[in-house]
């Protein structure tokens, strides 16, 4: 038995080294849907589809537990997979409730995420629910995914394109920037280096592998047995040479 990790595309590579990090005695199967990514500026209809292809795939593999990698697919499907499903089925949403916690001191919350992410009624609900003040900003990126799946990582032509998409906002204003989409983690260190040095920047990932962690020991699916070995798979076929040594380079570099 296996703990599934599912993305749209290499953005969930973020979320599979920190569960590593901190369950590193199971073993996992890595699902990039590299052949109908973005998501995020599909319909949802579409988006839907892909998603449910992905995880009959990943149930039929036998998996015991399944983190949703990613906040778009998370906000149209999570609940109905959990319908479907008996295995736990972990889904991702933006950091904005720590990320309001986190800023007493009268500063704004900017949230960066996909098109798809920001209009769904999901983070609509949480933002209602956690930010009584008002205090929540967002901007869609959806270009930063592209560039993740280009592996573009070239700080001449990131950094540059960070400043230019956050220079609509006084970011003396802002004292926390959420990364709410798995792929944009890959450039943290880029948007420290376009930031003002007073903004934290935070992201799901931490607390998504933690809660991966305590549902599995809660129902008793923490064998403890594995190795941490992992197969990767590109929309239902197995990841070898080329790519298989993409996936290896990025698990590195997250």
């Given at each position: 038995m296996a703990i599934g990790v599912f993305d749209s595309g290499i953005g969930g590579i973020t979320v599979l080294k920190e569960a590593l990090e901190v369950i590193p005695d199971e073993d996992y199967i890595y699902y990039a849907d590299a052949k109908h990514v973005p998501y995020g500026i599909k319909s949802k209809e579409e988006v839907?589809?892909?998603?449910?292809?992905?995880?009959?795939?990943?149930?039929?593999?036998?998996?015991?537990?399944?983190?949703?990698?990613?906040?778009t697919a998370t906000s149209i499907a999570v609940n109905d997979l959990r319908k479907k499903y008996s295995f736990?089925?972990?889904?991702?949403?933006?950091?904005?409730?720590?990320?309001?916690?986190?800023?007493?001191?009268?500063?704004?919350?900017?949230?960066?995420?996909?098109?798809?992410?920001?209009?769904?009624?999901?983070?609509?609900?949480?933002?209602?629910?956690?930010?009584?003040?008002?205090?929540?900003?967002?901007?869609?990126?959806?270009?930063?995914?592209?560039?993740t799946e280009r592996l573009v990582f070239d700080r001449d032509i990131v950094v540059p394109f960070l400043k230019e998409k956050l220079s609509v906002f006084d970011l003396s204003l802002y004292g926390t920037l959420v990364l709410g989409c798995t792929h944009f983690l890959f450039y943290r260190h880029f948007f420290e280096e376009a930031l003002p040095g007073h903004i934290s920047i935070i992201d799901g990932n931490r607390g998504t592998v933690a809660h991966l962690n305590n549902v599995m020991m809660q129902r008793g699916l923490r064998s403890g047995s594995g190795s941490g070995n992992i197969d990767f798979y590109i929309s239902g076929e197995r990841a070898y040479g080329t790519d298989l040594e993409r996936f290896k380079f990025l698990l590195d570099i997250a």
């Open positions: 839907r589809g892909f998603i449910f292809d992905a995880v009959e795939f990943l149930a039929r593999k036998g998996i015991n537990t399944l983190v949703i990698a990613c906040n736990p089925i972990i889904g991702m949403e933006p950091a904005v409730k720590p990320a309001v916690q986190m800023n007493g001191n009268g500063r704004r919350v900017l949230v960066l995420a996909t098109p798809l992410t920001l209009k769904e009624t999901k983070f609509r609900d949480l933002v209602a629910r956690v930010d009584e003040h008002g205090i929540v900003d967002y901007l869609p990126v959806p270009e930063l995914v592209e560039m």
